[in-house]
């Protein structure tokens, strides 16, 4: 079985573009979480989507957004890219939303913004 | 609100020598608390988890972490490290009804011959 797929791997931005990053969870999972992974530090968490709905948020701007669709795959956008934006960002996936529910992470999208 | 502390941001060991990295967490109320490994170029994996059920907790690869609510602290230890060991290692904890996690910076394991 495929594990989670992000895509792209690598990408590299401008100050001030736009990114969309793409996730595809674990067949059967139905909750979707991203985090963002600056060099040298812990993954931070930035949303998390059960049932394309939005089950919780982490201390990031407006300029970060994020939905899932009906196939339970989910998009993550950034806008107005800033150079401390680059980073690794992960995605995970779990059957629910429940607290001590396993997470699958993917192996990022490596985000740099120049 | 919930925090995780991890001392020391590098340890090195030599290859059959006992591995202990050491976290240490705040919570307001009980916590889930989690190890995850991240090789290179790849995404966590999770290695153990509390959930309550028991203060020693045994994990993938011969790790096993032991909760200690007196000290704050979730230690992660392995009796004798492997080349494979080497690899960065998470703390992570949740306190809410949603699996958000609150990792720490990390620990990065050496593993010498």
């Known amino acids: 079985d495929a594990g989670v797929t992000q895509s792209p791997t690598h990408l590299i931005k401008t100050r001030g573009q736009q990114v969309t990053l793409r996730c595809s969870p674990i067949s059967g999972h139905k909750s979707v979480s991203w985090y963002q992974q600056v060099l040298g530090q812990g993954p931070q968490f930035i949303f998390q989507y059960y049932e394309k709905e939005e089950r919780g948020r982490g201390n990031f701007p407006d300029r970060f957004s994020a939905r899932q669709f009906p196939n339970y795959s989910s998009e993550l956008n950034v806008n107005a890219l800033l150079l401390g934006d680059s980073a690794l960002y992960l995605c995970a996936s779990s059957l629910n939303s429940q607290t001590n529910e396993k997470l699958f992470f993917g192996s990022g999208t490596q985000l740099s913004v120049l | ?113």
């Open chain 2, 1 to 113: 609100a919930q925090s995780v502390t991890q001392l020391g941001s590098h340890v090195s060991v030599s290859e059959g020598a006992l591995v202990l990295l050491r976290c240490n967490y705040s919570s307001s109320v009980p916590p889930y608390l989690f190890w995850y490994v991240q090789y290179p170029n790849q995404g966590l994996q999770l290695l153990l988890k509390y959930t309550s059920a028991a203060t020693l907790v045994k994990g993938i690869n011969g790790f096993e972490a032991e909760f200690k609510k007196s000290e704050t602290s979730f230690h992660l230890t392995k009796p004798s490290a492997h080349m494979s060991d080497a690899a960065e290692y998470f703390c992570a904890v949740s306190e809410s009804g949603y699996s958000t996690l609150t990792f720490g910076k990390g620990t990065m394991l050496l593993v010498s011959p």
